[in-house]
Nanobody, 122 residues
Framework: QVQLVESGGGLVQAGGSLRLSCTPSRRTFDIQTWAWFRQAPGKEREFVAA????????GYADSVKGRFTISRDNAKDTLALQMKSLQPEDTAIYYCATSRSPSRRPNDYNVWGQGTQVTVSS
């Protein structure tokens, strides 16, 4: 089974930016949707953004819309999440995940990365 590896997390001040990347361990061909989720301490894992294999019409959680941008590089088979205007409430572990269906529900995603920590200080 393919494995996903996230990178790019770190500590940033409020208002700052970070770019997360997700790279699969091998080329992927049967994935319908790539997505980012996040989980803050004591909270459930929540949807952040998703993009279909076509790259058309990505979707975002209302809390990040206008600040985060999800993108796919099909040539390199990588996923990215550009995050701007970060706020302390964005602090969480961020996970990339893949699904064979279009969905925003974590249970519909069968492959997950190990996560990367994003911490936003006020």
């Amino acid at each position: 089974q393919v494995q996903l590896v996230e990178s790019g997390g770190g500590l940033v001040q409020a208002g700052g930016s970070l770019r997360l990347s997700c790279t699969p361990s091998r080329r992927t061909f049967d994935i319908q949707t790539w997505a980012w989720f996040r989980q803050a301490p004591g909270k459930e894992r929540e949807f952040v953004a998703a993009i279909p294999w076509s790259g058309v019409n990505p979707g975002y959680a209302d809390s990040v819309k206008g600040r985060f941008t999800i993108s796919r590089d099909n040539a390199k088979d990588t996923l990215a999440l550009q995050m701007k205007s970060l706020q302390p409430e964005d602090t969480a572990i961020y996970y990339c995940a893949t699904s064979r269906s279009p969905s925003r529900r974590p249970n519909d995603y069968n492959v997950w990365g190990q996560g990367t920590q994003v911490t936003v200080s006020s």
